[in-house]
């Protein structure tokens, strides 16, 4: 998909929203909502969305939105770190298929990134739901 176009209501964050899908969330107000990426690049690697916002990236959002959403990037990057203790940490965001989006409603990646891991922008297998649910319970002790 190219950088312009429809938002397309039916896309799988849209869903989530709607809770038409699940997801293992990790922090939702009115406004933003993030969770675990079930096709993790690293152990933690989390996504924040906008809720309010059809945007399919950053061209289409509001500026308001956009610091509502970096602004629970970092509470969670900081969350993120504490707890796992990567060696690095990884702030994404992908406008368009030549530059690596799949899904097309604004969101950005939070990637801890671990010694000697391989740095990837698609992950090759799902996560295994129970690691995730633990996973979830551990940081949200934290928030």
């Known amino acids: 998909m190219s950088l312009h176009g429809t938002y397309d209501p039916q896309n799988v964050f849209a869903q989530i929203i709607r809770g038409e899908a699940p997801c293992y969330k990790l922090y939702e107000d009115d406004d933003v909502l993030a969770f675990l990426d079930i096709f993790p690049q690293s152990y933690g690697h989390t996504l924040v969305i906008p809720k309010r916002s059809a945007a399919r990236n950053i ?85």
Do not use: C, W, Y
Request: glycine content about 6%; hydrophobic content about 50%.
């Open 59 to 143: 061209l289409d959002i509001d500026p308001d939105a956009l610091a509502k959403v970096m602004a629970v990037v970092q509470r969670l990057a900081r969350v993120l770190v504490e707890e796992l203790e990567p060696a690095g940490v990884q702030v994404a965001q992908f406008n368009g298929s030549p530059a690596g989006q799949t899904v097309f409603h604004i969101h950005m990646h939070i990637v801890p990134r671990f010694e000697g891991e391989a740095l990837g922008i698609h992950a090759s297998k799902k996560a295994d739901p129970a690691e995730l649910e633990a996973l979830q319970a551990r940081l949200l002790k934290r928030l």
